[in-house]
Nanobody, 127 residues
Framework: VQLQASGGGLVQPGGSLRLSCAAS????????IGWFRQAPGKEREWVSY????????YYADSVKGRFTISRDNAENKVYLQMNSLKPEDTAVYYC?????????????????????WGQGTQVTVSS
């Protein structure tokens, strides 16, 4: 079971990037997927989440209206479209997956609740 994040890079403020999270060894549509990010010297923080059961999506306030998470089960991938990027979006972005039951309705905000992680992809927003 592996996840691989890709699509990061250097972009100017106001620009866009699309991150991909590819799965190998398992079918992604049975797993809920979260995106997290970690800036230098900071804790890893939750960014976005898409449910496996009903496709519901959630976003951190800091990215709401700018980022869009989606899944393509045929390609076994989840995407994070990032628009109107800001310098404060600079971080290593990770995708994480979990297929188990969680009692809390907001479990996806806790990185410790995810069993599987990708290796991260660097996003740098700078002029």
């Amino acid at each position: 079971v592996q996840l691989q994040a890709s699509g990061g890079g250097l972009v100017q403020p106001g620009g866009s990037l699309r991150l991909s999270c590819a799965a190998s060894g398992f079918t992604l549509d049975y797993y809920s997927i979260g995106w997290f990010r970690q800036a230098p010297g900071k804790e890893r923080e939750w960014v976005s989440y898409i449910s496996s059961s009903d496709g519901r999506t959630y976003y951190a306030d800091s990215v709401k209206g700018r980022f869009t998470i989606s899944r393509d089960n045929a390609e076994n991938k989840v995407y994070l479209q990032m628009n109107s990027l800001k310098p404060e979006d600079t971080a290593v972005y990770y995708c994480a997956g979990d297929g188990s039951y969680h009692a809390s309705s907001s479990w996806y905000k806790d990185r410790h609740e995810f069993a599987y992680w990708g290796q991260g992809t660097q996003v740098t927003v700078s002029s």
